[in-house]
């Protein structure tokens, strides 16, 4: 299938630079790692997905050339292995909202939600919503990706800040840190 690995070296490739990926600072190691994945095994979707999120940042956070150009192709590249894989769809939103698609993105990750719960969805759903200006259905994303993997990462600690609910950002900081 293309959410597997045909290659062992591939699949170790793969998971090294989801662990860079989680640290901003190694956020150019996890592509570059990336990189290498696809480059064994070339019908991985979620290592396409995985490198278009690094491009993406990349080209927003640090201003890198063709980096949004790239992140484009390689979220085209994964959507082409498997287009229906959660994790792609949950970046991709990302990218149409720096675009100014919110609305684009929010819709279909409500469309995909419907027909697949996955908590990617969701967790997609709370950046969408948040940049489509729903700050209450971005929490409400939030509660129900948690509610089906309670350690699934999101991004509402932005929309408790554009909420102005500080306290609940610190409660929220609070549990992650004991949890993790």
Not at 60 to 86: C, G, H, I, V
Not at 102 to 124: I, K, S, T
Not at 154 to 173: A, H, K, P
Request: proline share 4%.
């Amino acid at each position: 299938t293309p959410d597997a690995p045909h290659d062992a070296q591939a699949y170790e490739l793969y998971l090294r630079a989801n662990q860079l990926a989680r640290d901003w600072d190694h956020i150019a190691e996890a592509r570059d790692v990336y990189q290498q994945c696809v480059a064994l095994d070339s019908q991985f979707a979620p290592a396409w997905a995985g490198l278009g999120r690094c491009q993406r940042v990349l080209g927003k956070y640090f201003e890198l050339a063709d980096a949004a150009r790239d992140a484009e192709r390689s979220f085209e590249r994964a959507q082409t292995l498997n287009p229906e894989l959660p994790v792609l769809h949950k970046y991709y939103a990302q990218l149409e909202c720096d675009a100014g698609r919110a609305v684009d993105a929010m819709r279909r990750l409500l469309r995909r939600a419907a027909a697949a719960v996955d908590p990617e969805h969701f967790a997609g759903l709370v950046h969408a919503c948040r940049y489509a200006g729903l700050l209450e259905a971005s929490v409400a994303a939030h509660e129900e990706a948690r509610r089906l993997d309670p350690t699934i990462p999101t991004s509402v600690t932005n929309t408790y800040q554009m909420l102005g609910d500080y306290e609940q950002i610190l409660r929220f900081t609070e549990a992650e840190d004991a949890d993790g």
